[in-house]
C-alpha cells in the first residue's frame, strides 16, 4: 500500500459524495430569501386592495351602501389580522417556505370566486379567505428572520416590508384590466403570478435546518404552541414595540384600501385617475422601510419611534383639517376666507407622513429582532395581529365618523387620536424605567 493509499480509509466518504452533501452557498440562499418573500408578500398585499380598487364597481353591481362596502374592505383585514400569530408559529414548526407556499396556494380558489360570485355574503366569505392567505406576511417574516443575512437583517426585513408596494401593483394594473376586459376578470389576474411565485419557492427556496418538532415534544401541535406564547403575552415587554409597529402598520394598510376611493369623492377623479394619484403612497412608504431597516442594521434607534410619531402626528393633524370657510369683519368689510387642501397638496402631506411611516416600521421590525431574538415569531406575530386587527377597525370608523360628523377628514382625526393614546403608552412605559 502505497502512502497515498494510506491517506483513504474506509471511514472516508469520497470527495465527490460530500459535495454532493454539501449545503448550497449561503450566498444562494440568501439571495432566494431577499428576492422571493417580498414577491410573496407583494402578491399576498395586492390581493388585499382587491375590494379597495373595484370599489366602484362593486358598489355599483351590489347596490352596497357605504357601511357595508366599508365592512367588505374590513373582511381580509380581520382575518388576515387573527390568523397572523399562528401562521408565524406554524412557519416556525413547518419552515417559513411550506407555510408561505401553503398561503399562496390558499388564495387561488378564493380569487377565483371572487371573479365569478354573484351575492355579498359570497363576497365576504372569499374576504375572509383572502385574509387567512395573507397570514404568508407573518411566515415570510419567520423566513426572512431565520434565514435572511446576519449582518444586513434590518435590510433583509426592510425590502420584505417593501412589498407593501404590491398594493400599487393593484393601483395600476387592476383599473386598466378592468376598463379593458370588464372588473371580474381583475381578480384573475392574480392567479398566475401567485401560482408563479409559489412555484419558485417550491423550487428554490430552502427552509431553515433546524425545522421541526423539538426531539423530546413528538407530539408537538401549533395549538399547544399558540397557548403557550398568549401565556408568554402576559410580559409587557413584548407589548411595547408591537403597539407601535402595529399602529404604523395598520394605518398604513387601512389607508392604503381607504385612498382610492377617498381620492375619487374628493377631487371627482375617475376610478384609473385615483388609483393611480394613490400608487405615490405606497411606493414612498416601501422605500422608507429599506431605508429604515439598513440604518437600523448600523444604529440602534430607539429615539427614533418619537420622532417618527411626532412628525406622522403634525401631518394627521394637518390631514385633519376639512375644507372650510371663514368671515372675517375687517375694517373695510367682511373678508371671506376659503380653505381647501388641493390635489397635490394632500399628495405631499400623504407622502411625507408614508415616508416616515416607513422609516419607522423598517427601523421597528430591526429592533423587535435585536431585542427579541429567540422570540422574534411571537412579537412579529403580536406585531402584525395588532395592525391586522387596527386596519380591519378603520374602513368602517372611516365611514360611521364621516356620517356621525358630517366631516369627510373624520378619518383622520381617529387616527390622530389613536396615535396620541399610542404615545401616551410610550410615554407611560418610558416612565416605569422600560428602555426608551
Known amino acids: 500500500m502505497t502512502r497515498a493509499d494510506s491517506l483513504v480509509t474506509p471511514s472516508d466518504p469520497p470527495e465527490v459524495d460530500r459535495m454532493a452533501e454539501r449545503p448550497p452557498p449561503l450566498g444562494y440562499r440568501t439571495l432566494v430569501v431577499v428576492v422571493l418573500s417580498p414577491l410573496a408578500f407583494a402578491l399576498v398585499f395586492a390581493c388585499w386592495t382587491l375590494f379597495a380598487v373595484l370599489g366602484l364597481e362593486l358598489r355599483r353591481e351590489l347596490s352596497l351602501s357605504p357601511l357595508a362596502f366599508a365592512i367588505l374592505l374590513a373582511m381580509p383585514l380581520l382575518a388576515g389580522g387573527l390568523a397572523s400569530l399562528p401562521a408565524a408559529l406554524l412557519a416556525r414548526r413547518l419552515g417559513g417556505r411550506r407555510a408561505m407556499l401553503g398561503c399562496l396556494l390558499w388564495v387561488c380558489p378564493f380569487l377565483w370566486w371572487i371573479g365569478h360570485a354573484d351575492h355579498y355574503p359570497e363576497y365576504l366569505l372569499a374576504g375572509l379567505g383572502l385574509g387567512v392567505g395573507a397570514g404568508a406576511l407573518a411566515a415570510g417574516l419567520v423566513h426572512v428572520a431565520t434565514l435572511g443575512p446576519a449582518r444586513h437583517v434590518g435590510l433583509a426585513l426592510g425590502l420584505y416590508g417593501a412589498g407593501m408596494v ?100 374628493r377631487y371627482a377623479l375617475s376610478q384609473q385617475a385615483a388609483a393611480l394619484w394613490g400608487l405615490p403612497f405606497p411606493l414612498v412608504v416601501g422605500v422608507g422601510q429599506v431605508v429604515g431597516g439598513a440604518l437600523a442594521d448600523r444604529h440602534d434607534f430607539r429615539s427614533l419611534r418619537w420622532w417618527v410619531s411626532a412628525f406622522v402626528l403634525a401631518c394627521l393633524f394637518l390631514l385633519s383639517y376639512p375644507p372650510f370657510t371663514m368671515q372675517v369683519h375687517g375694517v373695510n368689510g367682511a373678508l371671506a376666507l376659503h380653505y381647501g387642501a388641493p390635489l397635490w397638496g394632500f399628495e405631499l402631506l400623504l407622502g411625507l407622513m408614508g415616508l416616515a411611516m416607513g422609516l419607522g416600521l423598517g427601523s421597528l421590525m430591526r429592533l423587535i429582532h435585536r431585542d427579541h431574538g ?36 373624520a378619518g383622520f382625526m381617529f387616527l390622530y387620536a389613536a396615535l396620541v393614546l399610542c404615545m401616551l403608552v410610550m410615554l407611560a412605559d418610558h416612565a416605569r424605567g422600560a428602555r426608551p
Do not use: K, N
Open 374 to 409: 429567540e422570540e422574534m415569531v411571537l412579537v412579529g406575530g403580536l406585531a402584525l395581529t395588532l395592525g391586522g386587527l387596527f386596519a380591519a377597525l378603520l374602513p368602517p370608523v372611516f365611514v360611521l365618523g364621516s356620517v356621525w360628523t358630517g366631516l369627510g377628514t
Open 166 to 265: 404590491g398594493a400599487g401593483l393593484g393601483y395600476l394594473l387592476l383599473p386598466l384590466v378592468s376598463q379593458a376586459y370588464g372588473w371580474r376578470l381583475a381578480p384573475l389576474l392574480y392567479l398566475l403570478p401567485v401560482a408563479l411565485v409559489a412555484g419558485l419557492l417550491w423550487l428554490f427556496a430552502d427552509d431553515a435546518d433546524t425545522v421541526g418538532a423539538p426531539p423530546d415534544d413528538p407530539h408537538f401541535r401549533v395549538s399547544d404552541a399558540l397557548a403557550a406564547g398568549l401565556r408568554r403575552l402576559r410580559d409587557w415587554t413584548l407589548w411595547r414595540l408591537a403597539i407601535t409597529y402595529g399602529f404604523f402598520f395598520g394605518t398604513f394598510v387601512g389607508l392604503a384600501l381607504w385612498l382610492p376611493g377617498e381620492l375619487a369623492a
